[in-house]
């Protein structure tokens, strides 16, 4: 079966830097986004891996390895807005996004 | 304002009625998704939609139905609704169905089924 695994919820430091892991095992790989929920509201994208190395995009980076199967999305400079669920996708073989279940970050002052 | 706009916001229905969710984007999107979320699970595809006239099923599709007449619409039918259909429904577009296209999501239907 096709499996997608990430932390049920974190806590984190206003200021400080977390790192949301994700496990896959899916039939094929086309590529693996994160994207950013806040309660209530619609899923936002936040990065694409498809090659293995690190991708930055300002406070976020998103790295990927697939001979391991895993990605990881690092917060830098932590701020309250960024209090969400972090969801992790990957695109299979049929070019369907599998989903977690979700991180849901927790940010303290 | 470009994007995907949902209705209605939220529903609550007795079990065994009828109910259709509205979806429409502005984008030209070919292809547009519906997916429901529940409580500690990920995002499940319910159906899916290549392009304008084709239609697919997806992971959980049993009890729901859809169709895409156009580019810009697609409707998600509950033919008889049952309260394990009670969830949030997300639906989604994206320019094509692979390579790096990300997808966009309407902000949601609460639907509570009684």
């Known amino acids: 079966g096709q499996n997608i695994d990430q932390p049920t919820e974190m806590t984190a430091t206003e200021g400080a830097i977390v790192q949301i892991n994700c496990t896959y095992q899916t039939s094929g790989f086309n590529g693996l986004f994160w994207y950013q929920q806040h309660a209530g509201e619609a899923p936002t994208f936040l990065s694409y891996?498809?090659l293995d190395g690190l991708e930055e995009k300002g406070r976020f980076s998103s790295f990927l390895s697939r001979s391991k199967g895993y990605s990881y999305l690092l917060l830098k400079e932590l701020q309250m807005k960024d209090s969400a669920s972090y969801l992790c996708?990957?695109?299979?073989?049929?070019?369907?996004?599998?989903w977690g279940a979700g991180t849901k970050l927790i940010i303290k002052p | 304002i470009a994007g995907i706009t949902q209705a209605p916001t939220s529903q609550i229905l007795a079990a065994g009625r009828r109910m259709t969710l509205r979806c429409t984007q502005d984008m030209r999107h070919n292809a547009m998704y519906w997916y429901r979320q529940d409580l500690g699970l990920g995002l499940r595809l319910i159906h899916y939609?290549?392009?304008?006239?084709?239609?697919g099923k997806g992971e959980v599709p049993d009890g729901y139905s859809v169709s895409r007449a156009n580019t810009d619409d697609f409707p998600l039918t509950l033919a008889s609704a049952v309260p394990s259909q009670t969830s949030v429904y997300f639906c989604?577009?994206?320019?094509?169905?692979?390579?790096?296209?990300?997808?966009?999501f309407g902000p949601g239907t609460r639907l509570t089924v009684l």
């Open positions: 996708a990957v695109r299979d073989s049929n070019y369907q996004l599998i």
């Open positions: 939609s290549n392009t304008a006239g084709t239609t």
């Open positions: 891996n498809v």
């Open positions: 989604a577009s994206s320019e094509t169905s692979g390579g790096t296209d990300t997808q966009y």
